[in-house]
């Protein structure tokens, strides 16, 4: 089946480690979301590719990062993470940029921070 | 105050009961998700809607555009519709690969 795909779906890391989470879709989608949800909180965009295009949130931290070098992967580089960071990273996928286009999520990372 | 509000923020009811579930949106959109996350789990999308009424199965979206509310309805609930429900919107009125913007979520529980 079509799928947007999250690996590792947990993910320890050390106070500063740097973290790379993954994201692949088989879906051929144009667009991926990066997205953060704390507990108990809204999920929060961090950034998007459209293609190539890299669209960064004006308030995502400088910490985050991400790449894409394909249409079906997409990375989200945590430089220096801290104990804030801690949380559930989302990926989703659209096929384009109009509006009534679907977002497809995959299940999440949830990341932990020592 | 958050652009897109849930209410209520929780939910229990017992099984059978037909449940609403609403939101408030104070910004303009180009189209409304409702999607639903179980407990450690992604997130599935069940409606997208831009305009009236979308069912699905025991599901029933609407959408008041001039009045920026929403109610997502579930009819006949079972305890395996117990869940997170979260509205979210996708601002503006034309192009542009925008994210969504959400609202907290309603934690729904259905009790056998």
């Given amino acids: 089946d079509a799928m947007v795909i999250q690996n590792p779906r947990y993910q320890v890391t050390q106070f500063g480690k740097p973290v790379t989470l993954s994201c692949s879709q088989t879906l051929n989608h144009n667009v991926m979301y990066w997205y953060q949800q704390k507990s108990s909180q809204a999920p929060k965009l961090l950034f998007h590719y459209y293609d190539k295009d890299f669209n960064n949130e004006a308030d995502t931290p400088d910490n985050f990062q991400s790449r894409r070098p394909n249409t079906s992967f997409c990375f989200l580089d945590i430089r220096s993470p801290g104990l804030g960071d801690a949380a559930m990273y989302l990926c989703a996928t659209s096929r384009d940029q109009a509006p009534g286009n679907e977002q497809f999520f995959g299940p999440g990372t949830r990341l932990t921070v020592l | ?112």
Avoid at chain 2, 32 to 47: E, K, M, Y
Wanted: charged share 15%; aromatic share 6%.
């Fill in chain 2, 1 to 112: 105050k958050n652009e897109v509000e849930q209410s209520p923020q929780n939910l229990t009811a017992q099984e059978g009961e037909f449940i609403t579930i609403n939101c408030s949106y104070s910004v303009g959109i180009s189209a409304l998700h409702w999607l639903q996350q179980h407990p450690g789990g992604g997130i599935v999308s069940l409606f997208m809607l831009s305009s009236g009424k979308k069912k699905h199965g025991r599901l029933i979206a609407t959408i008041n555009i001039q009045e920026k509310h929403s109610s997502l309805h579930i009819t006949a609930s079972h305890p395996r519709d117990s869940a997170v429900y979260i509205c979210a919107v996708r601002r503006g009125s034309g192009g542009g690969a925008d994210g969504l913007t959400f609202g907290k979520g309603t934690h729904l529980i259905i009790q056998p």
